[in-house]
């Protein structure tokens, strides 16, 4: 393992343990509109955006595995859902490539409806009192309006973290490159478009 990928894991490490105790510690007693925002699947669908499926799903397990370790609730409920999460969002860092600016907040309001969501499932199927619907719709509306307001400064922390391993495969590089392509091929017309329009043009010298 390189020294910069070595740094990248120590920081990332920092960085999900820090989370999870200052979500568990101190967001926890703020619940604007009934519903505490939660950052936990947030900053791990953002490191699955950055560094793919593999580190997606490491770092959504350890964040599960420490929530319901700290707070004694069913083992294994947090680790599974943010797993999967990470893994996803990973996942459509490697077939899809998104770098549009909107990609983060919707991915962040994504994180938090399914995190809302799967929770109450998956309590739900191991016996447990099934909440009521309005509630439930309440939490999960207002659980992916926080995950969009919190995916930018999310973004930023995990992006720092993961810095020294990112390199060329830095998000906000590719995007500048992406908005940038568009104006160089309209200057620029390709071979393809060139020789299009000589064929229109020979074509309406026929018909005259």
């Given at each position: 393992?390189?020294?910069?990928?070595t740094?990248?894991l120590?920081?990332?490490?920092?960085?999900?343990?820090?989370?999870?105790?200052?979500?568990?510690?101190?967001?926890?007693?703020?619940?604007?509109?009934?519903?505490?925002?939660?950052?936990?699947p947030?900053?791990?669908?953002?490191?699955?955006?950055?560094a793919?499926?593999?580190?997606?799903?490491?770092?959504?397990?350890?964040a599960?595995?420490?929530?319901?370790?700290?707070?004694?609730?069913?083992m294994?409920?947090?680790?599974?859902?943010?797993?999967?999460?990470?893994?996803?969002?990973?996942?459509?860092?490697?077939?899809?490539?998104p770098?549009?600016p909107?990609?983060?907040?919707?991915?962040?309001?994504?994180?938090g409806?399914?995190?809302?969501?799967?929770?109450a499932?998956?309590?739900?199927?191991?016996?447990?009192?099934?909440?009521?619907?309005?509630p439930?719709?309440w939490?999960?509306?207002?659980s992916?309006?926080?995950?969009?307001?919190?995916?930018?400064?999310?973004?930023?922390?995990?992006?720092?973290?993961?810095?020294?391993?990112?390199?060329?495969?830095?998000?906000?590089?590719?995007?500048?490159r992406?908005v940038?392509?568009?104006?160089?091929?309209?200057?620029?017309?390709t071979?393809?478009?060139?020789?299009?329009?000589?064929?229109?043009?020979?074509?309406?010298?026929?018909?005259?």
């Open positions: 393992m390189t020294p910069e990928a740094s990248a120590l920081r990332t490490s920092a960085v999900v343990v820090g989370t999870v105790i200052f979500q568990l510690a101190v967001v926890t007693q703020f619940r604007p509109f009934g519903v505490v925002p939660d950052l936990t947030v900053l791990v669908a953002m490191i699955g955006l950055l793919g499926s593999t580190a997606g799903a490491a770092a959504g397990f350890t599960g595995f420490m929530i319901d370790l700290i707070l004694l609730q069913t294994g409920v947090s680790s599974l859902l943010l797993t999967i999460g990470g893994y996803a969002a990973g996942r459509l860092r490697e077939l899809r490539d770098v549009h909107v990609t983060n907040p919707a991915i962040g309001a994504a994180a409806v399914y995190f809302a969501l799967g929770f499932v998956v309590q739900f199927s191991l016996g447990l009192p099934a909440p009521r619907l309005w439930l719709l939490q999960t509306l207002w992916g309006a926080y995950g969009a307001l919190l995916a930018a400064p999310v973004f930023r922390l995990a992006r720092w973290a993961m810095m020294p391993g990112l390199g060329r495969g830095d998000p906000m590089i590719r995007r500048r992406a940038l392509a568009p104006t160089s091929v309209l200057e620029k017309p071979i393809n478009q060139r020789s299009r329009g000589r064929r229109i043009t020979n074509r309406r010298r026929r018909h005259r």
